[in-house]
């Protein structure tokens, strides 16, 4: 009995395998928005101890924000585009909830086994995404804005190169227009004797 008990538990509560196929999934389907934090995960604070925090952080990013909105906009209009495409769709969907629901108590031991390295693993992309806001400050910038910094970068550097190769041979140039100036000149004089 007891162990009749163990498979229905861990069906009751998904593993953190099945619980970030079932975010994807509703990602996906347009169901939640991902750059709004839902109620459940601001009071499911022991209920996500084995969630990824890395992969909450990525998504808080202004630029993964909008490649996932982008995404679901894309889902959401071909969905929408035809009856059969939503059909279709519609079926994929169910049938990945059902594996899902199906794979949850084999994927709840695997997670439970896999717990600690994945636990490292999260710590070391979290360290490295720490890193990365510290050095580059601009990731937390909306996309349309690191475009126009960019943007700008690049202009200012080949306007300042332009400026130091006008100042180089700006000189010459205006040198050999003189003295082709002067040739065409002598030219013509001869010419006209």
Do not use: W
């Not at 975010?23 to 459940?40: E, F, I, Y």
Request: hydrophobic residues 40%.
């Amino acid at each position: 009995m007891a162990g009749s008990e163990m498979p229905r538990e861990t069906s009751e509560r998904p593993s953190a395998i099945v619980r970030i196929a079932y975010h994807q999934l509703s990602v996906m389907c347009g169901t939640r928005d991902p750059t709004a934090p839902s109620v459940a995960d601001a009071t499911a604070g022991d209920a996500d101890a084995r969630g990824m925090v890395c992969t909450r952080r990525l998504l808080g990013l202004p630029m993964f924000a909008t490649v996932t909105s982008a995404f679901c906009g894309a889902y959401a209009a071909a969905r929408g585009s035809h009856e059969s495409v939503a059909t279709i769709l519609g079926h994929a969907e169910n049938g990945m909830r059902a594996s899902l629901e199906f794979a949850s108590p084999v994927t709840g031991r695997v997670a439970g086994i896999l717990e600690t390295p994945l636990k490292i693993v999260d710590d070391a992309v979290c360290v490295g995404l720490d890193f990365v806001e510290e050095k580059v400050p601009s990731v937390k910038l909306p996309p349309g804005q690191i475009y126009a910094n960019a943007k700008d970068g690049v202009r200012n550097i080949f306007t300042s190169a332009l400026e130091t190769l006008r100042l180089l041979f700006g000189g010459s140039k205006d040198r050999i227009e003189d003295l082709g100036a002067n040739e065409a000149a002598q030219g013509i004089r001869k010419m006209s004797s």
